[in-house]
Nanobody, 111 residues
Framework: QVRLVESGGGLVQAGGSLRLSCAAS????????VTWNRQAPGKQRELVAG???????NYADSVKGRFTISRDNAKNTVYLQMNSLKPEDTAVYYC?????WGQGTQVTVSS
């Protein structure tokens, strides 16, 4: 059974940076795509970025040029580097892989 654990969230001022990590258990990590998603209060969960097993990436328009998704298959970990953060990036960030969600990590950006 896959288990995903996010970390790296916190409180940061607008313009600052954070790096989120998503650590996965299990041997199937390297052959599966992983996505980062976020949910702000009162809003639906939305896709932020994704990375395939072949390292292809895609991003929501709202984060293009500011966020970078990457993966380290040796560590079973996916990262989300977030730069130039804005107050509207405030949300709980979740990673997702093969039908499994992590518990989420809170990101709060103050203006």
């Amino acid at each position: 059974q896959v288990r995903l654990v996010e970390s790296g969230g916190g409180l940061v001022q607008a313009g600052g940076s954070l790096r989120l990590s998503c650590a996965a258990s299990g041997s199937i990590f390297s052959v599966n795509a992983v996505t980062w998603n976020r949910q702000a209060p009162g809003k639906q969960r939305e896709l932020v970025a994704g990375i395939s097993s072949g390292f292809s990436t895609n991003y929501a328009d709202s984060v293009k040029g500011r966020f970078t998704i990457s993966r380290d298959n040796a560590k079973n970990t996916v990262y989300l580097q977030m730069n130039s953060l804005k107050p509207e990036d405030t949300a709980v960030y979740y990673c997702y892989m093969v039908g499994t969600w992590g518990q989420g990590t809170q990101v709060t950006v103050s203006s």
